[in-house]
């Protein structure tokens, strides 16, 4: 789907825009009569999508009726997902960019899960849930702030639910973490850390025929992510992917449920990864057309909030220069910190305890601790996700995101998850455009948060 359409007068036609609304009872599913099955549609059916597919259909308690793509080589992709699984081929929406909406019109359409490139995102979740369809969303930021609040106010309206389909809030380490935290281990949260630090140019940049690694082209000249999301680095600066480090924290932190995220301030260093990568690939060099663009975001950006609680979070976005991948989560409380360096495997940490660690001053390395401490989820369907994407991670997110459906039961990454962790990014633009000021985070929850409870994984069930 490209960036170059009339997004204004599209959210006009799609979204509930004005104040906000306000409803005393919290949203649940738009049926509260449990189901057997969860019968599923597909928007957007790029890589991404893949790992979702594989995961629902190895379940007997889900079918996918329906996909939508306007790309027929992408509907090819997916179809080889359902092959593999020797699942009946859904049905097909690919007429253009707004097809999909032919598919929120079945009847045999309970759910969709949104895999489309960003700037889609809050339009598709609203078209659906004004359909009556739940939507799971994936992750990046808002393009703009009104659509955090038209995304809230749309499932306020109809009732219907919206999870927050962040994968990393599940990962195994993280998730321990978590359980310490909420056994007092850390003592009181003063501090969080984390981000999207992933050398992503072999992503931005392609041939057009193979997806990674493989050339210089973005845009209409691509293949699969380098044909929009480059075009972000192109035009803006901020946090432009701000959930994966975020999430994690702001659970730890009870955000929305017991404290949220106030202001914020944002930073950004110059741009020179991503020309720099043209320049020296055999495919490119200095005068390849590609050389002459300016690209806007800063290669470093860093990004400071404010808590209500009075805790402090650091996001940074890196995603532009040569590094090994890491998001960069801290954990820091009057006890002790634990801090990664990573890819979430159970030695790829330091933690401190000072009174376990006799005030040694000393760093422990974490794969004890986190063995020790291993979430009950992961515990009971440790075995049973492996093999799914991001290192099981997928698993977790989609299980949650059909049991909920399948109970009628409130998401643990809901609608206002949503509005406050896409909020960062046009905020972080922003600020960083007049200079780092701070900028205020709107309460998505008009008030909700100070008696609203934790519901994310407090159990093995889900």
Same mark, same amino acid.
């Given at each position: 789907?490209?960036?170059?359409?009339?997004?204004?007068?599209?959210?006009?036609?799609?979204?509930?825009?004005?104040?906000?609304?306000?409803?005393?009872?919290?949203?649940?599913?738009?049926?509260?009569?449990?189901?057997?099955?969860?019968?599923?549609?597909?928007?957007?059916?790029?890589?991404?999508?893949?790992?979702?597919?594989? !995961?629902? +259909?190895? *379940?007997? =308690? $889900?079918?996918?009726?329906? %996909?939508?793509? /306007?790309? &027929?080589?992408?509907?090819?992709? @997916?179809?080889?997902?359902?092959?593999?699984?020797?699942?009946?081929?859904?049905?097909?929406?690919?007429?253009?960019?707004?097809?999909?909406? !032919?598919? +929120?019109? *079945?009847? =045999? $359409?309970?759910?969709?899960? %949104?895999?489309? /490139?960003? &700037?889609?995102?809050?339009?598709? @979740?609203?078209?659906?849930?004004?359909?009556?369809?739940?939507?799971?969303?994936?992750?990046?930021?808002?393009?703009?702030?009104?659509?955090?609040?038209?995304?809230?106010?749309?499932?306020?309206?109809?009732?219907?639910?919206?999870?927050?389909?962040?994968?990393?809030?599940?990962?195994?380490?993280?998730?321990?973490?978590?359980?310490?935290?909420?056994?007092?281990?850390?003592?009181?949260?003063?501090?969080?850390?984390?981000?999207?630090?992933?050398?992503?140019?072999?992503?931005?940049?392609?041939?057009?025929?193979?997806?990674?690694?493989?050339?210089?082209?973005?845009?209409?000249?691509?293949?699969?992510?380098?044909?929009?999301?480059?075009?972000?680095?192109?035009?803006?600066?901020?946090?432009?992917?701000?959930?994966?480090?975020?999430?994690?924290?702001?659970?730890?932190?009870?955000?929305?449920?017991?404290?949220?995220?106030?202001?914020?301030?944002?930073?950004?260093?110059?741009?020179?990864?991503?020309?720099?990568?043209?320049?020296?690939?055999?495919?490119?060099?200095?005068?390849?057309?590609?050389?002459?663009?300016?690209?806007?975001?800063?290669?470093?950006?860093?990004?400071?909030?404010?808590?209500?609680?009075?805790?402090?979070?650091?996001?940074?976005?890196?995603?532009?220069?040569?590094?090994?991948?890491?998001?960069?989560?801290?954990?820091?409380?009057?006890?002790?910190?634990?801090?990664?360096?990573?890819?979430?495997?159970?030695?790829?940490?330091?933690?401190?305890?000072?009174?376990?660690?006799?005030?040694?001053?000393?760093?422990?390395?974490?794969?004890?601790?986190?063995?020790?401490?291993?979430?009950?989820?992961?515990?009971?369907?440790?075995?049973?996700?492996?093999?799914?994407?991001?290192?099981?991670?997928?698993?977790?997110?989609?299980?949650?995101?059909?049991?909920?459906?399948?109970?009628?039961?409130?998401?643990?990454?809901?609608?206002?998850?949503?509005?406050?962790?896409?909020?960062?990014?046009?905020?972080?633009?922003?600020?960083?455009?007049?200079?780092?000021?701070?900028?205020?985070?709107?309460?998505?929850?008009?008030?909700?948060?100070?008696?609203?409870?934790?519901?994310?994984?407090?159990?093995?069930?889900?």
């Amino acid at each position: 789907m490209p960036a170059n359409f009339n997004r204004r007068n599209f959210i006009k036609a799609s979204a509930l825009t004005g104040a906000a609304l306000t409803l005393n009872n919290s949203i649940k599913a738009f049926s509260n009569v449990k189901k057997d099955k969860v019968r599923m549609g597909i928007i957007g059916t790029g890589f991404r999508s893949h790992e979702h597919m594989g !995961n629902f +259909l190895q *379940r007997e =308690d $889900v079918e996918i009726t329906a %996909i939508a793509d /306007p790309q &027929q080589r992408s509907i090819d992709e @997916a179809l080889k997902v359902f092959k593999q699984y020797n699942r009946p081929e859904p049905a097909i929406y690919k007429n253009g960019d707004t097809d999909y909406k !032919n598919l +929120l019109k *079945r009847d =045999d $359409v309970d759910a969709v899960m %949104i895999c489309s /490139p960003w &700037q889609w995102h809050s339009i598709q @979740a609203i078209d659906a849930m004004n359909a009556g369809k739940i939507a799971g969303v994936e992750v990046c930021g808002a393009i703009k702030l009104q659509e955090c609040w038209d995304v809230v106010n749309t499932s306020e309206k109809t009732k219907v639910p919206l999870m927050m389909m962040e994968n990393v809030c599940y990962r195994r380490d993280v998730m321990a973490v978590l359980n310490m935290v909420r056994q007092g281990m850390f003592g009181e949260l003063l501090h969080g850390q984390g981000g999207y630090e992933h050398d992503l140019r072999g992503v931005l940049f392609n041939d057009g025929v193979t997806a990674y690694d493989s050339g210089v082209e973005f845009g209409k000249n691509a293949y699969s992510e380098a044909q929009w999301r480059t075009e972000h680095n192109r035009t803006r600066n901020g946090e432009l992917y701000p959930t994966h480090g975020l999430g994690p924290i702001a659970v730890m932190m009870d955000i929305n449920k017991g404290n949220r995220l106030t202001k914020l301030s944002s930073i950004a260093s110059k741009a020179r990864g991503l020309h720099k990568y043209i320049v020296e690939h055999p495919k490119g060099g200095p005068d390849h057309p590609n050389a002459k663009v300016n690209f806007k975001c800063g290669d470093i950006v860093n990004t400071q909030l404010q808590c209500a609680n009075g805790e402090t979070i650091l996001l940074t976005h890196d995603v532009s220069s040569p590094r090994p991948y890491n998001l960069g989560f801290r954990v820091q409380g009057t006890e002790g910190l634990w801090q990664d360096y990573g890819s979430g495997g159970k030695n790829q940490g330091f933690i401190y305890f000072q009174k376990q660690m006799n005030h040694s001053h000393k760093w422990d390395g974490t794969e004890k601790w986190l063995a020790d401490n291993d979430h009950p989820l992961w515990k009971k369907y440790g075995a049973q996700a492996e093999g799914a994407g991001h290192g099981g991670m997928d698993f977790f997110v989609d299980h949650a995101f059909i049991e909920c459906i399948k109970r009628g039961a409130d998401f643990p990454l809901d609608v206002y998850d949503y509005a406050t962790w896409y909020s960062i990014t046009p905020l972080s633009e922003k600020s960083i455009l007049e200079g780092g000021t701070l900028q205020n985070i709107p309460d998505f929850t008009k008030g909700k948060w100070k008696t609203r409870k934790q519901i994310f994984a407090l159990n093995d069930e889900y």
